[in-house]
């Protein structure tokens, strides 16, 4: 960014990451900044607070693993927080056993009963498993049939995306499970990007750290409403798109949680993720807290039984579904956004993607600069700094 102060007013609607970030680099940038978010804290779904009892950490909105591999943001986050070195093993009970995931060699030997190595895993999973028919997988079934086959498949995925999603994988695109990887080691880290880590206290903190910046005023418990614009040069809105509009073309799905918490003395299950892949298990997942952060050690233990269920409006929206039709409601969203001045649309809600936090504050970070850039020539600020259909 340039050195010359800018001056003006910004409203920020959302105090989770990317409000946090797009506040940060305006505010360095000389403009005044207020940031108002309906919620009681800052965060967003990041938001981490200790519990009180047992001193653990607990992911609020669910568990929160830091992965990327931009190197940029990796070192944007480590000047707000120390991020401790953490690798997400998950482990996945189905049919009466407990597997590793992602799908990695001993995941398949294990569920085969065989002592197989590399090559010879990867021939069988090819050879007899996989079904090499299906040349581009198109959706999420076709995805898994292609690249496990139908045994791994209905015992790891079938159930579990029922459950997750609400409807059958043949219904969802291949893109959902791309993001696991199939390995043909050991190696069981979920993740396969170059920084991973967890922070040493929280999210919560780090953001705290990103809006402790002269020109930032946060106002928390204060829902956004259009004539809060007024007096503003311009509004970043990270809130969800259809709800700026007042839902008037209909409502965008979502998938919501609930999070059926409860509390345990010692180690309930030994792992902080634990995957239910059976259909027949009502809830996806339970994540023991404490074992987000290793280095601390704490007696009593915090745990979330997972649930996925259809979004209703006073849900929490967690996941976009952007399947056919919710990408056609989408499409004419953005074209009513792109048709609205003085207001661009941001982040995981605001463009109605599903965004890990690292892509969230790279387009954080584009976005300020963006509008640094059209401001200093006099440009227009688009409604959005990237294609959300
Ligand atoms: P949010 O965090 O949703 O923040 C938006 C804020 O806007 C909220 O605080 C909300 O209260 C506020 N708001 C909305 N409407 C209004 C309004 N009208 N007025 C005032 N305030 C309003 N990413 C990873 O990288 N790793 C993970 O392991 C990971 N796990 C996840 C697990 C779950 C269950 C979920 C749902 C997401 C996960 N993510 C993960 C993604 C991560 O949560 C997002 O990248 C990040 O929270 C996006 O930040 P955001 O600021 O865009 O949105
Ligand atoms: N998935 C599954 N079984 C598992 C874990 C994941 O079927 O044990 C599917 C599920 O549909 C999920 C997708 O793979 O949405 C991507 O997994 P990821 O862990 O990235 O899920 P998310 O972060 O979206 O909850």
Redesign the pocket.
């Known amino acids: 960014m340039t050195s010359a102060k800018a001056e003006g007013k910004i409203l920020i609607v959302g105090a989770g990451l990317s409000g946090a970030v797009i506040g940060r680099q305006l505010a360095q940038e000389g403009y005044q900044i207020t940031i108002v978010d309906s919620r009681d804290h800052i965060g967003g779904n990041c938001h981490t607070e200790r519990d009180a009892d047992s001193g653990v950490m607990v992911h609020v909105y669910g568990p929160h693993i830091f992965h990327t591999d931009d190197e940029e943001v990796w070192n944007y986050v480590n000047e707000f927080e120390t991020f401790m070195p953490y690798k997400n093993r998950v482990k996945?009970t189905s049919k009466g056993q407990v597997f590793s995931?992602p799908v990695n060699l001993h995941t398949i030997n294990q569920f085969f009963g065989k002592t197989m190595r590399p090559d010879e895993a990867r021939a069988f999973i090819t050879e007899e498993q996989a079904d090499t028919t299906i040349t581009d997988p198109q959706t999420?079934e076709e995805q898994a049939m292609r690249f496990v086959g139908k045994d791994l498949y209905e015992a790891?995925?079938k159930g579990?995306?029922m459950k997750?999603?609400g409807c059958h994988p043949s219904e969802l695109p291949a893109s959902?499970?791309k993001?696991?990887p199939v390995r043909f080691n050991y190696d069981d880290n979920y993740f396969f990007h170059k920084f991973q880590g967890m922070p040493e206290n929280g999210y919560t903190v780090m953001i705290e750290r990103m809006l402790d910046c002269p020109g930032i005023t946060v106002q928390l418990n204060t829902t956004f409403t259009q004539d809060m614009a007024e007096g503003y040069d311009h509004v970043f809105y990270a809130g969800p798109l259809d709800g700026y509009f007042d839902y008037k073309l209909g409502r965008l799905g979502y998938r919501t949680l609930d999070f059926e918490r409860f509390t345990y003395e010692g180690d309930y299950q030994g792992c902080a993720v634990m995957?239910y892949?059976e259909v027949d298990v009502p809830f996806t997942r339970i994540t023991e807290h404490k074992h987000f952060a290793p280095w601390e050690s704490h007696e009593g233990s915090v745990c979330y039984r997972e649930f996925s269920r259809a979004a209703e409006p006073e849900d929490i929206p967690y996941?976009p579904i952007r399947q056919v039709k919710e990408k056609a409601l989408l499409s004419e969203y953005v074209e009513l956004a792109n048709s609205t001045n003085g207001v661009t649309f941001v982040g995981r809600l605001g463009t109605y993607r599903?965004l890990d936090m690292d892509v969230t504050i790279r387009e954080a970070l584009d976005t300020a600069r963006g509008f640094v850039a059209a401001k200093q020539s006099n440009g227009t600020v688009p409604a959005f700094f990237s294609n959300p259909t």
């Open positions: 996945t995931l999420f790891f995925f579990y995306t997750q999603w959902i499970l993001r696991l995957n892949g996941y599903y």
